[in-house]
């Protein structure tokens, strides 16, 4: 089941990356810790685009071509015009008490925006948290709630299922998408192992067999999963099965991947020593992203 494609270095020096993204020939990312979102080319090389003082995380755009960027500690929605200028494309401080994290836009413009529900990189109690719905003029409201963790999104080929990781449940769970951006029949898309329950954070991340990240998803609708805490990422498919798997050979943890590249195939890994020694300021520099290549192309969204 291993993938046997090596895995290549792009560039190092990061705080902590997520949100990854091809967009306009650019891997784009936010590098939370640092308060930044940034591009690189193929080659590696980092242009910084934009300073979030609330920490960046999710990456997304609206039809025309505006930049959204999840302001985490703030709950706030960022937009950036083509032109550079940012505004607050949404207050979701209102709805949500804990930090936002990852998000996926439609090719109408709704976003999905989920909230880890409760203060992980302080030891907090592990509670549930919710998916937000961002209309195109910015109106927020609750699309999903009572999710554990909700982190990567991606949306299938046809536009009509979003598809949620519950990082501390081993699961993915997925929703249909009305014309209206509304989500219903919520359902399990792959459940791998059991789900801890609502037990301690530590004992739930001991017993996840999958811990499910960052995501990107193939022309088949197949999900790549970064598995944050097995250092792998793994591709799902729609019966719910692992059929594929790729580890880093320098054994970090991979906390988010993307699919891009000029054909589609390469598969960007996130990755980072430690996630809570990034976040606590421990370590500030040992971030890499890293590529692979892949057979099957991107395909629906992001």
Same mark, same amino acid.
């Given at each position: @089941?291993? !993938?046997?494609?090596?895995?290549?270095?792009?560039?190092?020096?990061?705080?902590?990356?997520?949100?990854?993204? *091809?967009h306009d020939g650019r891997?784009?990312?936010?590098?939370?810790?640092?308060?930044?979102?940034?591009?690189?080319?193929?080659?590696?090389?980092? #242009?910084?685009?934009?300073?979030?003082?609330?920490?960046?995380?999710?990456?997304? *755009? %609206?039809?025309? &071509?505006? +930049? +959204?960027?999840?302001?985490?500690? =703030?709950?706030?929605?960022?937009?950036?015009?083509?032109?550079?200028?940012?505004?607050?494309?949404? =207050?979701?401080?209102?709805?949500?008490?804990?930090? %936002?994290?990852?998000?996926?836009? !439609?090719?109408? &413009?709704?976003?999905?925006?989920?909230?880890?529900?409760?203060?992980?990189?302080?030891? $907090?109690?592990?509670?549930?948290?919710?998916?937000?719905?961002?209309?195109?003029?910015?109106?927020?409201?609750?699309?999903? =709630?009572?999710?554990?963790?909700?982190?990567?999104?991606?949306?299938?080929? $046809?536009?009509? !299922?979003?598809?949620?990781?519950?990082?501390?449940?081993?699961?993915?769970?997925?929703?249909?998408?009305? =014309?209206?951006?509304?989500?219903?029949?919520?359902?399990? *898309?792959?459940?791998?192992?059991?789900?801890?329950?609502?037990?301690?954070?530590?004992?739930? @991340?001991?017993?996840?067999?999958? *811990?499910?990240?960052?995501?990107?998803?193939?022309?088949?609708?197949?999900?790549?999963?970064?598995?944050?805490?097995?250092?792998?990422?793994?591709?799902?498919?729609?019966?719910?099965a692992i059929v594929d798997?790729?580890? $880093?050979?320098?054994?970090?943890?991979?906390?988010?991947?993307?699919?891009?590249?000029?054909?589609?195939?390469? +598969?960007?890994?996130?990755?980072?020593?430690?996630?809570?020694?990034?976040?606590?300021?421990?370590? #500030? $520099?040992?971030?890499?992203?890293?590529?692979? !290549?892949?057979?099957?192309?991107?395909?629906?969204?992001?």
């Amino acid at each position: @089941m291993t !993938t046997t494609s090596p895995v290549q270095l792009l560039a190092s020096g990061g705080h902590y990356f997520e949100g990854a993204r *091809w967009h306009d020939g650019r891997w784009w990312v936010s590098d939370i810790y640092a308060q930044t979102v940034c591009t690189y080319d193929t080659a590696g090389n980092r #242009t910084d685009v934009m300073h979030v003082p609330n920490n960046p995380s999710g990456l997304g *755009w %609206l039809p025309d &071509g505006s +930049l +959204l960027v999840v302001s985490m500690h =703030d709950r706030k929605l960022l937009r950036r015009s083509p032109g550079g200028e940012v505004s607050v494309h949404s =207050d979701l401080s209102h709805l949500c008490a804990h930090e %936002l994290n990852d998000m996926v836009v !439609t090719a109408s &413009g709704h976003a999905y925006v989920g909230t880890i529900g409760f203060a992980i990189a302080e030891g $907090d109690e592990l509670r549930p948290g919710a998916v937000y719905r961002v209309d195109p003029d910015g109106t927020p409201s609750v699309a999903a =709630d009572d999710l554990i963790c909700p982190n990567g999104m991606v949306i299938t080929n $046809d536009g009509r !299922t979003l598809i949620v990781a519950e990082s501390f449940s081993s699961r993915l769970t997925a929703f249909t998408i009305g =014309d209206d951006g509304t989500l219903s029949g919520q359902r399990v *898309w792959a459940q791998v192992g059991e789900d801890p329950g609502l037990v301690p954070l530590p004992e739930a @991340m001991a017993k996840a067999e999958l *811990w499910p990240d960052g995501c990107a998803i193939d022309a088949e609708d197949h999900v790549w999963v970064a598995d944050a805490g097995h250092k792998r990422v793994v591709r799902i498919d729609p019966s719910g099965a692992i059929v594929d798997e790729i580890r $880093d050979g320098d054994e970090l943890g991979i906390y988010a991947c993307a699919l891009g590249g000029e054909d589609g195939r390469t +598969l960007l890994l996130c990755s980072v020593p430690d996630f809570f020694a990034a976040a606590t300021g421990a370590d #500030t $520099d040992k971030a890499v992203l890293k590529t692979t !290549t892949v057979s099957v192309p991107h395909g629906g969204r992001p």
